[in-house]
């Protein structure tokens, strides 16, 4: 399984060629090329997932160019912002959008429309209007501070997780070199 899922980012994660060759990246290519925000440093990571977790969250269109463009002034790793706005995707979005609603109904202590309100006012007005009047407020409060809130987890998770995978790595080196002491000593 994880072999399968490093080869799926490896084919579907936008190169520096694929920057390179796009007509609307092309006039700021240069700055999204530079080496520094395509590597995988413990500052640049973590950055790069809150960038994503946010852009993810707020931006409902245009996720990843969104994330490569504004990984520019916050230094933040280009590869780790794209592939974390796949967090938002067809199967996740419905609920997602859920969740908005009722967070940004908690936060605006709004009680919400019953279902019988809602069909009523659906036939009334029209969806639109409904939506912009009774959903929509809620619902943007709501995207706002999931995403805010979103950033800041993905930063810290991430940034535990490079943590924790560094820490592996020097205790599975620490271990090799004391086999080698033994086994040199006899």
């Not at 579907?12 to 240069?30: D, G, K, M, Q, V």
């Not at 995988?40 to 969250?57: D, H």
């Not at 609920?95 to 908005?100: C, K």
Request: charged share 15%.
């Amino acid at each position: 399984m994880g072999a399968r899922f490093t080869a799926w980012v490896d084919r579907n994660l936008p190169t520096r060629e694929s920057f390179e060759s796009n007509r609307w990246l092309r006039p700021i290519a240069h700055r999204i090329l530079h080496s520094s925000l395509w590597r995988m440093t413990r500052r640049s990571v973590p950055r790069g997932v809150a960038l994503g977790m946010f852009t993810g969250i707020l931006i409902p269109m245009g996720q990843i160019p969104a994330s490569a463009v504004l990984a520019l002034p916050l230094r933040a790793n280009v590869p780790a912002a794209a592939l974390t706005t796949f967090f938002t995707n067809p199967l996740t979005t419905p609920f997602l959008f859920i969740l908005y609603y009722k967070v940004g109904g908690w936060v605006l202590h709004l009680s919400g429309t019953s279902p019988a309100e809602a069909r009523t006012a659906v036939a009334d007005t029209g969806w639109l209007q409904w939506f912009a009047a009774d959903v929509g407020l809620p619902t943007a409060v709501g995207m706002a501070i999931c995403a805010v809130i979103g950033g800041i987890l993905g930063y810290f998770v991430a940034a535990l997780g490079w943590r924790m995978w560094i820490t592996r790595k020097w205790r599975k080196r620490s271990t090799e070199r004391a086999e080698r002491q033994i086994d040199v000593a006899l």
